[in-house]
């Protein structure tokens, strides 16, 4: 199956720095990249999601890159701030495999105020 | 998206006893997962929750310990049967229309097991 490496474990930012998270996939057949943003005790909330057709995504202080050739894809968060202090997950799905998501192991992004 | 509730949101249960989760969706969705979070880890898909017939299980879960069901295209069941410390964890529905591969979340049902 599907198999998802995500980098870094954690992370710990200046506030109004930029955050990057990296997240590989094992599986060509992949073809849709969601990341979720988790927050202490609260759901994994959607926050941005690419799929193979397109490159880079944005959208306002967020965004995504895929380079299907080397099967890595990235979130970008710019101008972070202390609101942005929680666990993002990569996650990995092929159509047509019933919209399974096979999932990273997390980053902990904390912003320093 | 579709607005989901799960119940009960935490529950303290003895080993050996079995506790039913419930996974509600306001309106008719084609996917149903279910989804096991392990204090301080990731997601790990349990089972694909089929609507009228036998849920899909992942490597490494079995019906006999986790019963699933779905009557309907709004609503599905998770039981975590003959419970052990090591079932802890928070158990996550999520949903998905046909449309689309996006797939939203309940909010979770933490379960410590004593």
């Known amino acids: 199956g599907e198999n998802v490496e995500q980098h870094p474990s954690t992370l710990s930012v200046q506030e109004g720095d930029s955050a990057v998270i990296k997240c590989t996939y094992s599986?060509?057949?992949?073809?849709?990249f969601p990341w979720y943003k988790q927050e202490l005790g609260k759901r994994p909330q959607l926050i941005i999601d690419?799929?193979?057709?397109?490159g880079e995504k944005k959208d306002q202080r967020i965004a995504v890159t895929l380079n299907k050739t080397a099967k890595h894809f990235s979130l970008h968060i710019t101008e972070t701030q202390p609101e942005d202090s929680a666990v993002y997950f990569c996650?990995?799905?092929?159509?047509?495999?019933?919209?399974?998501?096979?999932f990273g192991a997390g980053t902990t992004v904390t912003v320093r105020a | 998206s579709a607005v989901i509730s799960q119940k009960p949101s935490r529950d303290i249960c003895q080993r050996g006893t079995s506790l039913t989760i419930q996974c509600q969706v306001d309106?008719?969705?084609?996917?149903m997962f279910w989804y096991r979070q392990q204090p301080g880890q990731s997601l790990t898909l349990i089972a694909t929750?089929?609507?009228?017939?036998?849920?899909?299980?992942e490597s490494g879960f079995v019906i006999d310990k986790f019963p699933i069901s779905r009557p309907n295209l709004t609503f599905s069941t998770l039981t975590v049967s003959n419970m052990s410390p090591e079932d802890s964890s928070i158990y996550l529905c999520?949903?998905?229309?046909?449309?689309?591969?996006?797939?939203?979340f309940g909010p979770g049902t933490r379960l410590t097991v004593l």
């Open positions: 996650a990995a799905s092929i159509k047509g495999n019933d919209y399974k998501l096979s």
């Open positions: 599986d060509s057949a992949s073809n849709y």
């Open positions: 690419i799929r193979s057709n397109v």
């Open positions: 309106s008719q969705v084609t996917m």
């Open positions: 929750a089929n609507q009228g017939s036998e849920a899909t299980y």
């Open positions: 999520s949903e998905s229309t046909s449309s689309t591969d996006t797939q939203y």
